[in-house]
């Protein structure tokens, strides 16, 4: 194999050193192959050993400013009792969000206040449904990031994106130290979405075999026959296509847990095409 490749650069490459590059190249191939012989059944690694990091839900970043793994991610443990201490809108602590109705992808400014003796440990979660149990959180944030935590008021802004459900922030802070309880100090009005659950939404183009066609994809709330109205401009959507499926999933077709399970599986609504 390396001779082979040595005689091809002497005819058409006059450089030693490329001739001898090519063929220590030829050679660590030749190995490679060799190696690969002994032991067909073991898999090639594509990724070179790259860790692919998931992003968690609202995008948290560490103080370096790289993103969260949510692979990877310490999080907080839910004790067997909570204490409510919210008091409703007419308690000491307060948490808020503006705006309350926000379009997909659109960003959200939560604010605390009133919190009379915050913790390193406070944290701010995020559930949708708005009624989930404290331990069935889809995302949290650590409120020692904002720098005036110590002083119980803070605000930090998300991007939320259309779950079909009605969300809500909860501020969570700990007993103290030897306790086992968690305290619940506030908790924000609802956050709906624009559209609601039914709202189409991850508008896809594509393109096909056919020169004369592009290719729609998009998600929403409902299976009735998928249908999109174009034009030549955004008041002239004068000729209508329809779709040609709707499909979905639920948990059964997941891999593993906590997908597979109906406590934590998002339902994903309807996928058109």
Not at 128 to 145: F, G, I, N, T
Not at 191 to 206: D, K, N, S, W
């Amino acid at each position: 194999c390396t001779m082979t490749a040595v005689r091809w650069c002497k005819a058409t490459i006059n450089s030693r050193a490329s001739i001898v590059l090519l063929a220590i190249a030829a050679s660590l191939l030749c190995l490679y192959l060799l190696a690969d012989r002994k032991a067909p059944s073991a898999p090639l690694d594509l990724t070179y050993g790259i860790h692919r990091p998931v992003l968690t839900y609202l995008n948290r970043k560490h103080s370096n400013g790289k993103f969260v793994d949510a692979q990877q991610q310490a999080a907080p443990r839910i004790p067997a009792t909570v204490i409510d201490l919210s008091g409703g809108r007419s308690g000491a602590q307060q948490l808020d969000v503006v705006p309350a109705v926000v379009t997909n992808g659109g960003s959200v400014e939560v604010t605390w206040s009133g919190i009379s003796n915050p913790r390193s440990d406070d944290w701010i979660g995020f559930f949708c449904p708005h009624d989930a149990k404290d331990s069935s959180y889809l995302d949290h944030w650590p409120v020692a990031q904002c720098p005036t935590h110590t002083k119980g008021h803070g605000a930090v802004t998300f991007t939320l994106y259309n779950l079909r459900f009605d969300c809500e922030f909860r501020y969570y802070t700990s007993a103290g130290e030897g306790k086992s309880e968690l305290h619940l100090l506030a908790r924000s009005p609802r956050v709906t979405f624009e559209g609601g659950p039914h709202a189409p939404v991850h508008g896809h183009l594509a393109l096909t075999g056919d020169p004369s066609q592009m290719r729609v994809q998009w998600t929403s709330g409902t299976r009735h026959s998928p249908t999109v109205k174009y034009g030549f401009a955004p008041n002239a959507l004068d000729f209508t296509a329809r779709g040609f499926s709707s499909r979905t999933y639920n948990y059964t077709d997941m891999c593993g847990p906590p997908a597979n399970t109906p406590r934590a599986f998002v339902d994903p609504g309807y996928l058109h095409d």
